[in-house]
């Protein structure tokens, strides 16, 4: 119940074109779902997070959808760019449950070609 | 603005020795954590603190030990080093798991027991 299953493990994609990336979790107390995304070298970092009051949240090129009734939720990163290549992460919390941490998909590496 | 320092950057340790990976953050942020990051299998959570002085399990803790006694700081130690200890640990603070706060990174340490 604690686990959060990230799909696909790899993804290569065209400049230009859309990349999506899909998480599903089971357990109906987690309350926020971030996305991290990690350059080779470098941590991981916040990209872009939903609350399950909303259905999708839009930041630049970045839009997260949430299905809450399938315990969905998705990252597409619209008109692809060589410098969105990096490892993407889904999280899952339920801080209102008294838990302190994340739960982390196993990650997504993207590549871009130009 | 330093944000979470961890050191060292690599290091390289042989079967049975020990070593404190170090992680400091000047946020004023009350909750840390220690992941490892192997390849292909996401982050995994080792050890956590949800202030100095408290700290918990997480999902791997076995071969590692921690301590919170300021706000600031939370070592990782490790005892008896083995090969399977070999992998990227990342520190991790936040000052609330919502609202937009998340989780901020170190840029990790690299771990090699030969």
């Known amino acids: 119940q604690q686990q959060v299953k990230q799909s696909p493990q790899s993804l290569i994609v065209q400049k230009g074109g859309i990349s999506i990336i899909n998480c599903a979790y089971e357990?109906?107390?987690?309350?926020?779902f971030p996305w991290y995304q990690q350059f080779p070298g470098k941590g991981p970092a916040l990209l872009i997070a939903?609350?399950?009051?909303?259905s999708e949240k839009k930041e630049g090129r970045f839009t997260i959808s949430f299905n809450k009734s399938a315990k969905q939720f998705s990252l597409h990163i619209m008109d692809s760019q060589p410098g969105d290549s990096a490892t993407y992460f889904c999280a899952a919390s339920g801080s209102t449950s008294g838990t302190y941490k994340y739960i982390f998909g196993t990650g997504t590496r993207l590549k871009v070609l130009a | 603005n330093a944000g979470v320092t961890q050191t060292p950057k690599f290091r390289i340790l042989k079967i049975g020795q020990s070593m404190t990976l170090q992680c400091t953050q000047d946020m004023n942020h009350n909750y840390m954590y220690w992941y490892r990051q192997d390849p292909g299998m996401g982050l995994k959570l080792i050890y956590y603190s949800v202030g100095a002085g408290i700290t918990d399990k997480g999902e791997v803790p076995n071969g590692y030990n921690v301590s919170r006694s300021t706000t600031e700081d939370f070592p990782l130690r490790l005892e008896l080093a083995a090969p399977s200890q070999t992998s990227v640990y990342f520190c991790a603070s936040s000052y609330s798991l919502d609202r937009g706060h998340g989780y901020t990174f170190g840029s990790g340490t690299r771990l090699t027991v030969v």
């Open positions: 357990n109906t107390a987690f309350d926020y």
């Open positions: 939903i609350r399950p009051d909303v």
